[in-house]
């Protein structure tokens, strides 16, 4: 596995980050910071070493100290619990919160109608 490989699945789990989770940024370390909490901590933790490794890639003396079989299972964790959440779907949230709104203030213009005597 070599440095390439490394920092395109760094990329895949940023990726999916953004279309899963809706968390904005450039690259993997930037989504972690931003979104991080929104992962549970077994997945944050695998995530973060991802990072890690793949800034490591880069140079080519501290390629040597990466482990990639902790990287391949660090990677299949994020990939597995990604792949399971729906798409993000900004719309349907602006949605449900528009009828919240509405169903919120359709209760209390009853209540008053009903309060005032004219229901």
Same mark, same amino acid.
């Given at each position: 596995?070599?440095? !390439?490989?490394?920092?395109?699945?760094?990329?895949?789990?940023? $990726?999916?980050? /953004? /279309?899963?989770?809706?968390? @904005?940024?450039?690259?993997?370390?930037? *989504?972690?910071?931003?979104?991080?909490?929104?992962?549970?901590? *077994? !997945?944050?933790?695998? $995530?973060?070493?991802?990072?890690? %490794?793949? =800034?490591? %890639? =880069?140079?080519?003396?501290? +390629?040597?100290? #990466?482990? /990639?079989?902790? #990287?391949? =299972?660090?990677?299949?964790?994020?990939?597995?619990?990604?792949?399971?959440? @729906? @798409?993000?779907? $900004?719309?349907?949230?602006?949605? %449900?919160? !528009?009828?919240?709104?509405?169903? $919120?203030?359709?209760?209390?213009? !009853?209540?008053? +109608?009903?309060?005032?005597?004219?229901?």
């Amino acid at each position: 596995m070599g440095a !390439v490989t490394i920092t395109q699945m760094a990329g895949r789990v940023a $990726a999916l980050m /953004e /279309e899963r989770l809706g968390i @904005p940024g450039e690259g993997l370390e930037a *989504k972690l910071q931003r979104g991080g909490r929104r992962l549970t901590p *077994k !997945v944050r933790e695998a $995530a973060q070493a991802l990072a890690m %490794a793949a =800034q490591k %890639a =880069q140079n080519p003396k501290l +390629l040597l100290q #990466v482990d /990639e079989g902790q #990287v391949a =299972q660090d990677y299949d964790t994020c990939v597995r619990h990604l792949t399971r959440l @729906p @798409p993000h779907r $900004a719309t349907l949230s602006v949605a %449900a919160s !528009v009828t919240i709104s509405l169903l $919120a203030v359709a209760t209390g213009v !009853v209540a008053y +109608l009903a309060w005032r005597g004219y229901l």
